[in-house]
């Protein structure tokens, strides 16, 4: 079932990215797998690579069956419209768009005199025009090819053996990267946990006339029990490759555990005091009535209250993701263990 398994994947490369994607793929591999159960009954014998290969080329080649199952399209038809997304794409977003960002936006701001609006203005024009005339060119060309038929002999030419082989898709965590991100997590611990005695170490030369209030002081042991759950969540993944659902499930703990910390900490900001504004950090004694320094200190509040923010929103969003990866690592096994006990039956 190999030669099977290899046509699928080749299927998945043109389907659109969708939450049916996954559903066509198993109704069509439950359909191939059932021509071959009822071939092999025909002829009493299991079928070889080539008899197999002869029931894939009767399907159709991995394109014109993406294009098949997806909707259907008028000024390019259904067995070009994958290809000619696929160029449209990587013309527009892998080329068009580095090439402005990385060689014409420069360039313009180099010869603007100083005016950097104009030329940002006129790099987003250009790009606007090299994207709409490269787009109407692809179209264009793809429904000439459309109208020539010029692809109508890829069917009797396509040889399932030729098929890429199979990738593994199965999300693992490699070596390297964990004993890095466990590296890392070790140090910053150690870091963590030395800042109290030397608050050089996160204030730099600002600990000379800043401190803590003791708003932070309360939650720096639930910092510190977070991060130390990071480096056991490295370790375990570093011990257990197999379990290829801890990292996912473990960063989505993680992330909702620092977002409940964020929600306290805002909520602790919000409340405090209207004489105490955003009171993280304060003056230190003997500071605590220059003007200059309130400034920075005022500075560095509402920096701290406006990055926590964002700290929260974008965890939100995360943790959103990483939720529906996890779902979808769970539901991905049920479905192969589903198709290892039909396979079993069989």
């Not at 608050?199 to 730099?204: K, S, V």
Request: with cysteine.
């Amino acid at each position: 079932m190999e030669l099977v398994d290899r046509y699928l994947q080749a299927v998945r490369f043109w389907l659109p990215k969708n939450r049916r994607q996954d559903d066509l793929l198993a109704e069509l591999g439950e359909d191939l797998r059932s021509q071959i159960d009822a071939k092999e009954e025909e002829l009493g014998h299991p079928l070889d690579q080539a008899e197999v290969s002869e029931i894939l080329k009767r399907c159709g080649s991995p394109m014109v069956v993406a294009s098949r199952m997806g909707p259907q399209r008028h000024l390019i038809g259904p067995t070009l419209f994958p290809i000619y997304l696929f160029v449209l794409k990587m013309v527009l977003l892998w080329i068009l768009v580095p090439v402005f960002i990385f060689i014409v936006g420069p360039v313009n701001l180099a010869n603007a005199n100083g005016n950097w609006p104009a030329a940002i203005l006129n790099t987003m024009g250009g790009l606007w025009s090299g994207a709409f005339t490269a787009a109407a060119t692809i179209t264009l060309a793809f429904a000439i090819l459309e109208s020539s038929k010029a692809l109508a002999q890829h069917e009797c030419k396509w040889d399932p053996a030729k098929l890429p082989p199979l990738e593994n898709t199965e999300r693992k965590t490699s070596l390297v990267q964990t004993v890095c991100e466990l590296g890392f997590q070790v140090f910053a611990l150690v870091w963590l946990l030395l800042i109290p005695q030397h608050p050089f170490m996160i204030l730099g030369p600002a600990a000379g006339f800043l401190k803590a209030t003791p708003l932070v002081h309360a939650f720096y042991l639930p910092i510190v029990l977070l991060w130390m759950f990071s480096v056991a969540r490295s370790a375990s993944i570093l011990a257990k490759p197999e379990w290829t659902w801890l990292p996912l499930a473990g960063q989505l703990f993680q992330s909702i555990a620092t977002l409940t910390i964020l929600n306290f900490f805002l909520h602790a900001v919000t409340q405090s005091p209207k004489t105490e504004m955003f009171p993280v950090v304060v003056l230190a004694d003997s500071v605590r009535d220059s003007v200059h320094y309130i400034k920075i200190a005022a500075v560095v509040n509402v920096s701290i209250l406006i990055s926590s923010v964002g700290a929260w929103i974008g965890l939100s969003i995360a943790t959103i993701i990483q939720t529906w990866q996890l779902l979808r690592h769970i539901r991905k096994n049920r479905s192969i263990s589903h198709q290892a006990i039909s396979a079993q039956a069989r």
